[in-house]
């Protein structure tokens, strides 16, 4: 796990806060990294609205509440929407009619302790492919920007099947219309999608009575 990768679950933890101060020496010594990748991972954070800079007062941490989880997934709906409309164009669906029947398959399987990590892991095998489909280098760079910041939430829920178990069946929403190359029923289904995505993350993180590890 990289050092910008802790930093940020640390934070989405509550490890740091809202309004923590982060100072690079204390940050490098309890990672046990140097200082160099701490600030590179600062600027990342910054660009993200994680964290933020201020003149004599050095790195802190922004506020993260439903408001913030909620202008996140904003931005993640217009992005990944307007990859699949991109997609559509696509030469060879092929890659992604094989995930069509793997997300079938999965709907069916057992649910053993493993089956919430095999979902996590296809749902982003699947917006990954889209991307990939897409074929837009600078659309592929904002979405892994954004989805390092998703990668985050998914792991304080992976192991609360009820908020992923819909995720396989809204996927196969806007499997159809993307193999049909319907880029306004894609577009429309996959915006569903992710609003649903973001409620239920809003539900798992924040509810009194969630189960966190």
Partial sequence: MDIFTQILLAIFQGEFPPGARLKVQHIAAQ???????????????????????APNRGATVSPFGVKEVREIYHIRRLLEVEAVRCAC??????????????????????RDKDWGIRCLELDRMTHKAIEEAAGVKRLATEINRYNRLVHM??????????????????????????????????????????????ERVVEGIFSPDRTMN
């Fill in 153 to 198: 939430m998914r792991l304080l829920l992976r192991h609360q099947d009820k908020y992923l178990d819909p995720v396989l069946s809204e996927h196969l929403t806007f499997f159809e219309p993307l193999l049909q190359r319907d880029k306004k029923a894609a577009g429309q289904k996959m915006a569903l999608h992710i609003e649903a995505t973001c």
């Fill in 31 to 53: 990672f046990g990294v140097s200082s160099t990748p701490v600030r590179e991972a600062f600027v990342e954070l910054v660009g993200l609205g994680v964290i933020e800079m």
């Fill in 89 to 110: 164009d696509c030469a060879d669906l092929k890659p992604l009619e094989q995930i069509q029947q793997d997300t079938i398959a999965l709907q069916s399987a057992y």
